[in-house]
């Protein structure tokens, strides 16, 4: 059977962020075009806060993303990329950021060298750092101004790389960053109505669970990740079109014994404060009895990927909308081909090397 890689997509909160700086940004500039051609007013006055408020809430947002991505280094580019655009798209992010940092920053700087107040939503003052200075604003207006238009360069640039990437060379490099579901739409060419979709999935984090069971000087013992994220786009008619993603805080490890879950977080076993997450993705399933299916798929752990095969079951109750589903599954791994056993802990005398995984998945349909 011939199957295709699943996406290693970005974090969903980096995606997020991606996509809500892209449509301020947007609005931003928009309305920044609009406010400048306007006539001296109270109006004008509120607008010109409103755009220095948004401005703020933009540096804020960038900074935010910044120490997310840090935190959140970004899946691998594709293998096929020669190492030129591979230079030219690190170089691209770089502009994009330090354009987005700019933009803001020089924002703040022509309002409080005009000597006007800077009132933030209308809830305070901005307290300004420096004296009213009409050169300094003026000059700064120019930088302004030139810096939105690098900044529109960049992105067109940007996006049209996105673009040839997704329709040209038909890779992965646009749906990594795209919703779950928008992936999964552009991924099988159902942008257009009237195609059969796969049902979208809200997890019931109350009712679920992901669960593991390892051994220690002999005895088995089981612990929990109890903070996790599982998004299900998954139908049993269309299994052509289903998709699951599923990231882990490795941190929120719980296994009854505190002197053992601070082993496991160690920088030896699942090391948390290198590898803050552990993801599972899949989007090749198929049949394998009633109610019986499996999913392949990539699990990832400290950044090592292996493709696996996990079975589950899949019970659904209900019809349309109100339908409820449970999922559950197993999968057995050896920790250590995923390098979780560095230095002392690589000997599996006193911990075994083998995992077992369990979940079990309630969810209800999108809209239920």
Partial sequence: MSVDAPVQRYHFVQRGLHWLLALVLVGQGIFGLYMVTMENSPQKIEFYNLHKSVGLTI????????????????????????????????????????????????????????????????????????????????????????????????????????????????????????????????????????????????????????????????????????????????????LEDSRVEVLIETASVNSGSSQRDNSIRDEGLLDVESYPEASFVADTFWETGEGQYEA?????????????????????????????????GELTINRLDYGVGQGQWEDTSQVGAEIIIRFVIHAEASGS
Avoid: C
């Fill in 296 to 328: 392949e798929g990539e699990l990832t752990l400290r950044e090592t990927t292996r493709e696996v095969t996990l079975p589950f079951t899949l019970e659904i109750e209900g019809e349309g909308p109100e339908r409820q589903a449970r999922a559950e």
């Fill in 59 to 238: 540096l804020v947002l960038v900074l935010l993303r910044l120490i997310w991505r840090w935190r959140h280094p970004a899946p691998p580019l594709p293998a096929h990329m020669p190492q030129w655009e591979r230079l030219a798209a690190r170089t691209s992010h770089a502009l994009l950021y330090i354009l987005m940092l700019a933009m803001p920053a020089t924002g703040l700087i022509i309002g409080f060298a005009s000597g006007l107040p800077t009132v933030i939503y209308g809830l305070f003052n901005l307290p300004s750092p420096i004296p009213a200075n009409e050169d300094l604003m003026h000059s700064m207006s120019a930088v302004h101004f030139y810096l939105a238009a690098a900044l529109l360069l960049v992105v067109l640039v940007h996006a049209a790389a996105a673009l040839r990437h997704h329709f040209v060379l038909k890779d992965d490099v646009l749906r990594r960053m795209l919703p779950l579901l928008a992936g999964g739409l552009l991924a099988t060419g159902l942008l257009l109505p009237g195609d059969a979709q796969a049902t979208e999935w809200q997890t019931d984090y109350e009712e679920s669970r992901l669960t593991f069971i390892g051994s220690q000087s002999g005895d088995e013992f089981e612990g929990e990740f109890e903070d996790f994220t599982a998004d299900i786009v998954f139908d049993p008619e269309t």
